[in-house]
């Protein structure tokens, strides 16, 4: 059973950074794919990032082009997501997700991943 770990959540000021991270648990480690999802108190789940394992292709929904950025370590076990200029309604536990087949959903859609972290909380404060 594929387990995924995130840490590097926090409290930061507006305007700061955090660098989340996600540990995977299977060695060795394919995925089709990556993404980092987050929740707010009263939403639904919103796609963040996404990268694809083979060819490192990002996607990344529009409104945090340039200011997220996802990447995998060069041991291929782990994936990041970097945070910059945060602001307070970027609040939310951030998930990261394993795609490991092809399902026929996006991969902005949750349901095209079958294992999720616990999440990690982000706060933002103003």
């Known amino acids: 059973q594929l387990q995924l770990v995130e840490s590097g959540g926090g409290l930061v000021q507006a305007g700061g950074s955090l660098r989340l991270s996600c540990a995977a648990s299977?060695?060795?480690?394919?995925?089709?794919?990556m993404g980092w999802f987050r929740q707010a108190p009263g939403k639904e789940r919103e796609f963040v990032a996404a990268?694809?394992?083979?060819?490192?292709?990002?996607y990344y929904v529009d409104s945090m082009k340039g200011l997220f950025t996802i990447s995998r370590d060069n041991a291929k076990t782990t994936v990041f997501l970097q945070m910059s200029s945060l602001r307070p309604e970027d609040t939310a536990v951030y998930y990261c997700a394993a795609k490991v087949a092809y399902n026929g959903h996006a991969l902005e859609n949750p349901r095209a991943y079958a294992y999720w972290g616990q999440g990690t909380q982000v706060t933002v404060s103003s």
């Open positions: 299977a060695r060795p480690f394919s995925p089709i794919a």
């Open positions: 990268i694809q394992w083979s060819s490192s292709t990002t």
